[in-house]
């Protein structure tokens, strides 16, 4: 079946630093990749989306890469502020039908 | 523009009784989506709508969850009885019907079944 997961659960990082947050997807199916932040009590929050006939876009402060070769997703956070503190998801959707979110990465800044 | 209204934020209820949360999805957005979200997971989908028709069901746990969207716009997910495991925050989420632009999604309410 259709899944996508993260490599892992935890990312700390200093403030400044860039954050590098990845992502594996197993349906080759897949068109559109998103990636979401999450706050406490709220709800997901889109932060910058991926068709499969590209594999690089950026937006302010991030940049998402896709690799359909090996099936992989990253997003990049330049400079990380205490306010990138949150989960973030991986997500993926299909002909442009519902969105199928992944576990999550939380991220840390360390000051 | 508005977003995504739910309602209520948080709610208790002891296990075997019933609760319901509403959705108002931003106006003009065709297809409405209920997912939850379990603590520590990411949201899994569980019902999705176009206009007032179910699309998708497949993940919705039909001996106790219901759904829906009468008119097509306000949606409300109950949930009879409730289990321990329902302990949860659930999500709506609205979309155009031209697919998942401007996939927007609501603050959740946080539900605690005791």
């Known amino acids: 079946g259709e899944s996508v997961g993260l490599h892992l659960p935890t990312l700390s990082v200093q403030e400044g630093d860039n954050s590098i947050i990845n992502c594996a997807y197993s349906?080759?199916?897949?068109?559109?990749f998103i990636w979401y932040k999450q706050e406490s009590g709220k709800g997901p929050q889109f932060i910058i989306d991926i068709r499969s006939n590209m594999d690089k876009r950026q937006g302010q402060r991030v940049t998402v890469l896709l690799n359909k070769t090996v099936k992989h997703l990253s997003l990049q956070i330049a400079a990380t502020q205490p306010g990138d503190s949150a989960v973030y998801f991986c997500a993926e959707s299909r002909r442009d039908d519902k969105i199928i979110f992944g576990k999550g990465t939380r991220l840390h800044i360390l000051p | 523009e508005a977003g995504v209204a739910q309602s209520p934020r948080y709610k208790i209820i002891e296990k075997r009784q019933s609760v319901a949360f509403w959705c108002n999805p931003i106006?003009?957005?065709?297809?409405l989506y209920w997912y939850q979200q379990i603590l520590g997971q990411g949201p899994k989908l569980l019902i999705q709508f176009q206009n007032n028709g179910v699309v998708d069901d497949s993940q919705l746990p039909k001996d106790r969850f219901s759904a829906e969207r009468l008119k097509g716009v306000d949606s409300t997910l109950k949930i009879q009885p409730a289990k321990l495991e329902d302990s949860a925050v659930y999500l709506c989420?609205?979309?155009?019907?031209?697919?998942?632009?401007?996939?927007?999604f609501g603050s959740g309410t946080r539900l605690t079944v005791v």
């Open positions: 106006s003009g957005h065709a297809t």
């Open positions: 349906n080759s199916a897949s068109d559109y």
């Open positions: 989420a609205s979309s155009s019907s031209d697919g998942v632009d401007g996939y927007t």
